[in-house]
């Protein structure tokens, strides 16, 4: 396997370079998280009820209404005006366009299409980014996203709102994976899970928690969306400090960009390597690289039957997870509380994920912890059903408890698959495949609803059906090769191999490490 963690631990692995990386990744996740919650903002719809016949002082229904409640009003069948209970003062896009009742398919077809442009874009961005390059495609759909959210603040009609929905839902899942993908193939194997987890967890939680009362503070949807559009200044320092892959460029065969990128984070770390080191790590990539595939992509990695069993194997794994999370989200459907404590409380369940992660993963190995989690899924999916259905009325701190400690179980399962996948997965293809895993398991997500109509069946069958995937999924973890503290495959071909000479029931915590012995000693240092 080609050996990239070399030549990146001569010119500084986890020096300047990764630090300003680290800081600048951690920024625009901040701010990636507030523009994730941008589209449920967008979408609020606050409690309302017909203006018509009514006294100024009356006071307001229990539930939200399109018709007039009173027979003094002109028409008792159509409503000219509507009052609404703005949250906190909120004036959200919903109740200045009116866009209900008869008129709420116009909120529910940009939802749609958001969803459409969140799909799409985890499959044409990720194989452009295997083509093109992480950095210039990161920049580009942050861009776009940002002006999807300038463009909505101006006046519209429903078409041109649904096209700036489905730009602003570029970035969402391109975030996700690409700034990981930058931080794992460039920092060393063994600060991978701390790094992944300060920069993504931390900032991310502390971005979506501080989001709802942003939105409070800020009082209007308009200058929320101007806020958001603040990753767009981020860029053109992204693009002097954050250089290209170093590891995607040598699996893409482009040696001397690759150099250029070396160098210049040598530079940047305060290390002197004379010409000869690179020559010689050339040399050995073009050794190494004879026989790999030209130009691979996700179809040429599907042929492989070790990569296309791992590649099924994690898609079951996220699928199982993002159902979980729907579960949860039943469980507390009828939960009278405020939307912006409801968010906050699944948010903030990030933090105690992250390190959860950060203490286990790097001491039990990613293959233990997928295991011990897909197991656990099958217990917490039980547990909390069995628990409601013998509580005739469930109080909201039940509920809450249920939904706070679900949402930290779902957190630290989705973190821990992220990154494992990443590091399955070979170089070449890995932002590929990352786009078709989380296609194809939000494609199937869109049928949650098939599979709780199943209660009219049996009150539990959703769980059992779930219960015995995600049981099935852990069977197949055993499968999977352990990648703790090893270098990343950079070719299909380093790929297939990966974890050849493991069994089953090799785990990360009970076998000795396969890194060369530089690579050993620069990790100790």
Request: charged share 15%; proline share 5%.
């Amino acid at each position: 396997m080609l050996e990239v963690d070399n030549i990146l631990e001569k010119c500084g692995d986890f020096s300047r370079q990764q630090r300003i990386m680290l800081v600048l990744c951690s920024l625009l996740n901040l701010l990636s998280a507030i523009h994730f919650l941008s589209n449920p903002i967008i979408n609020y719809v606050p409690k309302y009820w017909c203006a018509d016949g009514l006294d100024p002082g009356a006071p307001p229904p229990k539930e939200s209404s399109c018709k007039p409640l009173y027979n003094n009003s002109t028409n008792s069948d159509t409503c000219n005006k509507y009052n609404y209970e703005l949250h906190m003062g909120f004036q959200s896009f919903v109740s200045e366009k009116n866009w209900i009742c008869d008129e709420g398919w116009k909120i529910r077809k940009g939802q749609a299409y958001f969803l459409a442009g969140r799909l799409i874009s985890s499959l044409f961005m990720g194989y452009l980014a295997d083509i093109l390059g992480r950095v210039p495609i990161l920049i580009l759909t942050n861009v776009i996203a940002t002006s999807g959210n300038f463009l909505t603040i101006f006046n519209m009609n429903v078409d041109l709102f649904c096209i700036f929905r489905f730009v602003c839902g570029f970035v969402i899942n391109t975030n996700v994976t690409f700034i990981r993908i930058l931080i794992v193939e460039y920092m060393r194997p063994s600060l991978r899970t701390v790094c992944l987890n300060i920069c993504s967890g931390f900032f991310i939680c502390l971005g979506m928690a501080s989001t709802s009362w942003i939105v409070a503070l800020i009082g209007n949807w308009r200058r929320f969306m101007l806020f958001d559009s603040l990753p767009i200044f981020v860029m053109p320092i992204f693009v002097i400090f954050v250089p290209e892959s170093v590891q995607w460029l040598i699996s893409r065969k482009k040696y001397d960009k690759a150099i250029a990128s070396l160098k210049r984070v040598a530079k940047i770390n305060g290390r002197q390597i004379d010409d000869s080191v690179f020559e010689e790590f050339i040399e050995d990539c073009k050794f190494s690289q004879q026989n790999t595939k030209k130009n691979p992509n996700l179809l040429h990695l599907l042929r492989m039957p070790r990569l296309r069993r791992i590649f099924l194997i994690m898609l079951l794994e996220l699928t199982v997870i993002l159902f979980y999370r729907e579960l949860i989200k039943h469980h507390i459907r009828h939960l009278n509380i405020s939307p912006f404590v409801r968010s906050s409380s699944l948010i903030t369940s990030i933090l105690p994920a992250s390190l959860v992660v950060i203490i286990l993963q790097d001491r039990i190995g990613r293959k233990a912890l997928a295991l011990t989690i897909l197991l656990l899924i099958v217990l917490f999916i039980l547990l909390p059903s069995v628990l409601l259905l013998h509580a005739a009325n469930p109080s909201t701190p039940l509920l809450l408890t249920i939904y706070v400690f679900g949402s930290v179980f779902f957190q630290l399962a989705f973190l821990s698959n992220i990154q494992y996948t990443l590091e399955l997965v070979p170089t070449c293809v890995r932002s590929q495949a990352m786009g078709a895993i989380f296609f194809i398991a939000y494609v199937l997500y869109i049928c949650k609803g098939y599979i709780l109509n199943l209660r009219e069946v049996f009150v539990l069958l959703p769980e059992m059906i779930l219960g015995v995937i995600a049981f099935m999924g852990a069977c197949f973890c055993l499968l999977l090769p352990e990648t703790m503290n090893r270098t990343l495959p950079c070719s299909l071909e380093d790929g297939e191999k990966l974890g050849n000479d493991e069994h089953w029931y090799t785990f990360g915590c009970t076998k000795k490490r396969t890194q060369p012995e530089e690579l050993e000693n620069s990790l100790a240092a």
